[in-house]
């Protein structure tokens, strides 16, 4: 098993909550703040309430998970694959739960797949897979993210240039013949147009700025016209300067956009991280994985669209040493968020669970230990490991 290094295997134990009607720990996060003697009661899936212990009815069915802290479960907005499975080789129902599963003992008890920029088949296909898995068993999967294919090639990392291409009303169609809802696409803003952007919002979609070379001001016309998030901060975008602060200086003057970041220590140096989310705040940056298919399998290389990604001390990189991606689970940077970047385990959870929640409109029903919420719990250790998940799935 490896842990803060880059997790391939996890130790995180999964349970349901079905046996028990309260449940306990040292610490709860309620509200931000870790409350003592408080229970949680659970029924039918949900949060009924949160209670004192003096409250609790004597004859009480109550699970104690000790001298821990009890969170709500992660919310990982980008993943590409995992358990040996990149999505776009497997847009099926079948690639979905297998890679829910594999991301499920790390804390992760929600998610978007990630679909990284790829033919249109292959995006309907993965449309479609979605769309049935959640009439059958949705698990944790709780909406979709297209990575692309509205990219500027320039800024392209690992996607395909081949499949790169410009906005098409299609994918506006796509939309309309699934249904789809809580969908995050990452484009480049300087590659679609304004009425492309507010044609997406008005459909529901979650825009964010990703694999772009947008200037500032480029970047504030595509805020204006409804994007609110910013993928992967610093990567595959240009640098801020003092005269060009483009998407980054965009990203710190919209006061109400979000900010994904990959805190492995190596897509980004911490120092730049922590000044990222001092200016941010936790309430606006979320942390992410970029997972890639090793992530929960005890094979770390893969192939993606027909190139060799080499995972060595937990870095997925090309045979050119271009990242592809990382090897690294929630648990991981909810860990990395707290030893590299030196926030708080209340604040490094808030930016994996509560903050990703309310970007995607989900933090009435996910995110948070409150009345009405999905009881997908973690229980962790003061360094961030996970000792145990539990779910009603």
Same mark, same amino acid.
């Given at each position: 098993?490896?842990?803060? +290094? ?21 610490? !709860? ?10 229970? %949680?009661?659970?029924?039918? $899936? ?18 104690? !998970? ?11 907005? /980008? ?13 099926? #129902? ?28 292959? #995006? ?32 392209? $990392? ?15 169609? !796509? !939309? ?7 969908? %995050? ?12 952007? /507010? ?29 609110? +998030? @910013? ?24 006061p109400s956009s979000y900010c994904s970041i990959i805190a492995d220590g190596d897509h980004v140096h911490p120092a730049v991280l922590k000044n990222a989310i001092a200016s941010k705040t936790p309430d606006h940056t979320i942390l992410i994985t970029d997972a890639m298919p090793c992530v929960g399998s005890k094979n770390p290389? @893969?192939?993606?669209?027909?190139? =060799? ?31 590299? %970047?030196? /926030? ?16 995607? +409109? ?7 230990? =409150? ?8 229980? #962790? ?13």
């Amino acid at each position: 098993m490896q842990k803060s +290094g880059g997790s391939i295997l996890a130790s995180g134990n999964i349970s349901t909550l079905s046996d028990f009607d309260y449940i306990t720990a040292g610490f !709860l996060l309620i509200d931000g703040e870790w409350a003592t003697d408080h229970l %949680l009661h659970v029924t039918a $899936g949900k949060i009924k309430s949160v209670l004192s212990r003096d409250r609790v009815p004597e004859d009480a069915k109550i699970r104690d !998970l000790g001298s821990g802290f009890l969170v709500p479960g992660f919310f990982d907005i /980008q993943v590409n694959g995992g358990g040996g499975i990149l999505l776009n080789d497997a847009p099926t #129902m079948s690639g979905l739960e297998k890679v829910a599963r594999a991301h499920l003992p790390f804390g992760t008890t929600s998610m978007l797949p990630t679909l990284i920029t790829d033919e249109f088949d292959i #995006m309907r296909r993965f449309a479609g897979a979605y769309c049935d898995i959640q009439s059958a068993y949705p698990l944790s999967i709780k909406g979709l993210h297209f990575e692309g294919p509205y990219l500027n090639p320039v800024k392209k $990392g690992v996607h395909n240039e081949r499949f790169i291409r410009n906005f098409e009303d299609k994918f506006l169609d !796509l !939309l309309d013949e699934f249904g789809l809802d809580h969908v %995050l696409i990452t484009l480049a803003p300087e590659k679609v147009s304004s009425d492309f952007i /507010q044609a997406l919002v008005q459909a529901g979609v979650i825009v964010a700025a990703g694999h772009t070379d947008a200037t500032y001001e480029q970047t504030m016309d595509a805020v204006n016209a409804g994007l609110t +998030g @910013f993928t992967h901060l610093y990567n595959a975008m240009p640098p801020m300067l003092s005269r060009a602060p483009g998407v980054i200086g965009a990203a710190f003057q919209a006061p109400s956009s979000y900010c994904s970041i990959i805190a492995d220590g190596d897509h980004v140096h911490p120092a730049v991280l922590k000044n990222a989310i001092a200016s941010k705040t936790p309430d606006h940056t979320i942390l992410i994985t970029d997972a890639m298919p090793c992530v929960g399998s005890k094979n770390p290389d @893969f192939i993606l669209q027909g190139e =060799k990604i080499t995972v060595k001390q937990g870095r997925c990189t090309t045979s050119e040493g271009v990242l592809a991606g990382s090897a690294i689970s929630m648990e991981d940077a909810v860990m990395r968020s707290i030893n590299l %970047l030196g /926030q708080t385990l209340e604040d490094s959870v808030k930016m994996a669970s509560e903050t990703p929640a309310r970007f995607m +409109g989900l933090d009435h029903k996910i995110g948070l230990l =409150k009345p009405d919420r999905q009881a997908d719990l973690v229980f #962790m250790d003061q360094a961030g490991q996970v000792q145990e998940v539990l779910t009603t799935f």
